[in-house]
């Protein structure tokens, strides 16, 4: 698994949601908003933790700490 956030994965979240709000959904179909679903969150704490270990915390003097 990937952990990128894609336009095409977030359009297609997106699809599933609307046709589950309109029609519904096969079973198949849940399945895969569920999957997909899963990789997005996977994918955003991934970013998320990335970002976090990136901070560098500065003193007043100017010094990383």
Known sequence: MEN????ELVDK???L????????LTPEEKEEQARLRQEYLAAFRANFRAQLE????VDDDRTIN
């Open 4 to 7: 990128r956030i894609t336009k």
């Open 54 to 57: 990136n901070i560098e915390f």
């Open 17 to 24: 949601a609307h046709k589950q709000k309109t029609i519904g």
């Open 13 to 15: 979240i997106n699809h």
